[in-house]
């Protein structure tokens, strides 16, 4: 069973202020996405990542897959409130099981 | 509106009934995925088919649950003899073949069994 943990698994922080939150795996993964979801919706996709060591920006938003692509990392510039909710980080094996595997999730709430 | 479409929103059901949810998926997407979330938790997969075949099920899919997507269009998932336990957000996604990992996720279909 791939299991990927995600740390913290509650964040609250002041609107301007920056955070990091982490995705942790013994598992390698062809690829890895990030979702966010919000109360009373499904998840929607943020980003792909899919080669050792890429780095993508959305906007205020980095994301890092990790060399050994067992890990990733979601940075957040200047939060606002708007970037409230709950974050997901999902993984695809690297052994061509098709399902994709979700983390635990963190909830993070930016407060004005 | 041309994203995943499912139903209801909300079911309350006395345990031991059966409920049936369905959900439509985006209408070029050949794989489908059934997933559930308790709140505060990632979803769990459920189930995927790829077209009208269902290609894996989960060990956390008991006798009680089935799923179908006849014609590899639209997707059921019936629960019977409900217990507490099931109780969770059922979610539908879909996706293209060559995209496997970019799930589109619809709404999903809350179950409250009392």
């Known amino acids: 069973t791939q299991l990927l943990e995600q740390s913290p698994q509650f964040l609250s922080i002041q609107e301007g202020e920056n955070l990091t939150v982490y995705c942790n795996s013994s598992?390698?993964?062809?690829?890895l996405q990030w979702y966010r979801q919000e109360p009373g919706e499904g998840p929607v996709l943020l980003v792909t990542?899919?080669?050792?060591?890429e780095v993508k920006k959305l906007k205020r938003l980095t994301f890092q897959f990790g060399d050994a692509r067992k890990d990733s990392s979601l940075h957040i510039t200047a939060a606002q409130t708007g970037d409230t909710g709950l974050y997901l980080c999902a993984g695809l094996s690297n052994f061509g099981n098709e399902k994709l595997t979700f983390g635990t999730g963190t909830r993070l709430t930016i407060i004005p | 509106d041309t994203g995943v479409s499912q139903d209801p929103r909300h079911k309350i059901t006395k345990r031991g009934q059966n409920v049936t949810f369905r959900c439509d998926p985006i209408s070029e997407h050949n794989r489908l995925y059934w997933y559930r979330q308790t709140l505060g938790q990632g979803p769990e997969f459920l189930t995927y088919f790829q077209n009208e075949a269902q290609l894996e099920k989960s060990r956390l899919l008991s006798d009680r649950f089935s799923a179908e997507r006849p014609k590899g269009s639209f997707s059921t998932l019936e629960i019977q003899r409900t217990e507490q336990g099931d109780s969770a957000m059922y979610l539908c996604?879909?996706?293209?073949?060559?995209?496997?990992?970019?799930?589109?996720f619809g709404e999903g279909s809350r179950l409250t069994v009392l």
């Open positions: 990542v899919v080669t050792g060591g």
């Open positions: 996604a879909s996706s293209l073949d060559r995209k496997i990992g970019e799930l589109f």
């Open positions: 598992s390698v993964f062809s690829s």
